[in-house]
């Protein structure tokens, strides 16, 4: 199947692009802006796709620019899926990376996909529009939206807590600086998001939305002493005020029944590295 991917040069795009190539897919890098609508309807034209894997966003939480959030989350996703509406083959599947962000702050653990969202930061609210937006094209396109919950891997960018912490433990760093150390988050391996991504192409029904996670999160702390395990290196946290962020989702873990029952139906056994694994695989790459 020839997939078209947006994102493909991001961290999640070259893990994705190398799991579907090995999977027998052909995958093809959209190189037009998300924001310039006629070179994005030439070209999704032109590569005429099968499939579409939609992973190109602004993805930090943490951006300055507000209004970039909307601007390439909600308006160049409404571009892209009026692009693919316009090929005279209707593709077998469009996939939309969403966020679990979109839940925000509740007191129900883990999250289900019919909790209803309520988002507390600007990336999460373009996320949820975007949702929304893309249903104004349920009977043009069989769109299938995803909810990773936080995922990691060697390459992700140092400004993402994981891998920041990974370089300090790997460089032997004295200390570190962090914002909140309490919060729990899943933290997933990249290779299980490709895994899912890949088994929602091909089985993933329109119009869904699937929480990726594995339910398991951890705090702060516990990645820290895994890491530590891992170096025989101690690292003293000393929190920033400048890191903690206003509105802080204070835990983050979903409830992956409804994708691990797709799988099940499909014959399909996602990889779901343990934290200590993944932190391991992180480790080696990021030493010299």
Same mark, same amino acid.
């Given at each position: 199947?020839?997939?078209?991917?947006? /994102?493909?040069?991001? +961290?999640?795009?070259?893990?994705?692009?190398?799991?579907? !190539?090995?999977?027998?897919?052909?995958?093809?890098?959209?190189?037009?802006?998300?924001?310039?609508?006629?070179?994005?309807?030439?070209?999704?034209?032109?590569? !005429?796709?099968? !499939? !579409?894997?939609?992973?190109?966003?602004?993805? +930090? #939480?943490?951006?300055?620019?507000?209004?970039?959030?909307?601007? #390439?989350?909600?308006?160049?996703?409404?571009?892209?899926?009026?692009?693919?509406?316009?090929?005279?083959?209707?593709?077998?599947?469009?996939?939309?990376?969403?966020?679990?962000?979109?839940?925000?702050?509740?007191?129900?653990?883990?999250?289900?996909?019919?909790?209803?969202?309520?988002?507390?930061?600007?990336?999460?609210?373009?996320?949820?529009?975007?949702?929304?937006?893309?249903?104004?094209?349920?009977?043009?396109?069989?769109?299938?939206?995803?909810?990773? +919950?936080?995922?990691? /891997?060697?390459?992700?960018?140092?400004? +993402?807590?994981?891998?920041?912490?990974?370089?300090?433990?790997?460089?032997?760093?004295?200390?570190?600086?962090? /914002?909140?150390?309490?919060?729990?988050?899943?933290?997933?391996?990249?290779?299980?998001?490709?895994?899912?991504?890949?088994?929602?192409?091909?089985?993933?029904?329109?119009?869904?939305?699937?929480?990726?996670?594995? /339910?398991?999160?951890?705090?702060?702390?516990?990645?820290?002493?895994?890491?530590?395990?891992?170096?025989?290196?101690?690292?003293?946290?000393?929190?920033?005020?400048?890191?903690?962020?206003?509105?802080?989702?204070?835990?983050?873990?979903?409830?992956?029944?409804?994708?691990?029952?797709?799988?099940?139906?499909?014959?399909?056994?996602?990889?779901?590295?343990?934290?200590?694994?993944?932190?391991?695989?992180?480790?080696?790459?990021?030493?010299?």
């Amino acid at each position: 199947m020839k997939i078209l991917l947006t /994102g493909a040069s991001g +961290f999640t795009g070259q893990y994705f692009e190398r799991a579907a !190539a090995a999977a027998g897919h052909e995958v093809v890098a959209l190189h037009a802006n998300l924001s310039d609508s006629t070179s994005l309807n030439a070209e999704v034209a032109k590569l !005429a796709p099968q !499939a !579409a894997v939609h992973l190109g966003a602004i993805s +930090f #939480v943490g951006l300055a620019d507000d209004g970039a959030f909307y601007a #390439v989350n909600t308006v160049g996703t409404t571009n892209l899926l009026q692009a693919l509406a316009r090929l005279p083959e209707q593709p077998h599947k469009v996939l939309l990376a969403s966020s679990a962000n979109v839940y925000g702050n509740c007191d129900m653990s883990p999250i289900s996909e019919v909790k209803a969202p309520a988002p507390v930061n600007h990336y999460a609210m373009s996320k949820l529009a975007m949702e929304h937006m893309a249903r104004t094209f349920a009977d043009r396109l069989p769109i299938v939206i995803t909810r990773p +919950f936080n995922y990691t /891997g060697p390459g992700q960018a140092l400004n +993402f807590v994981i891998p920041k912490l990974v370089s300090h433990y790997a460089r032997r760093a004295a200390t570190v600086e962090l /914002g909140n150390i309490h919060v729990e988050r899943e933290f997933n391996d990249v290779r299980m998001v490709c895994d899912a991504y890949l088994t929602l192409l091909a089985h993933g029904q329109a119009g869904e939305v699937f929480n990726v996670c594995s /339910g398991q999160p951890y705090t702060l702390q516990t990645v820290m002493d895994t890491l530590a395990d891992l170096t025989g290196h101690a690292l003293q946290a000393q929190v920033n005020p400048a890191f903690v962020r206003a509105n802080e989702v204070q835990r983050l873990c979903g409830d992956p029944s409804k994708l691990h029952t797709l799988c099940q139906q499909a014959g399909v056994q996602l990889q779901q590295p343990s934290l200590r694994d993944m932190l391991g695989w992180m480790l080696s790459e990021a030493i010299p």
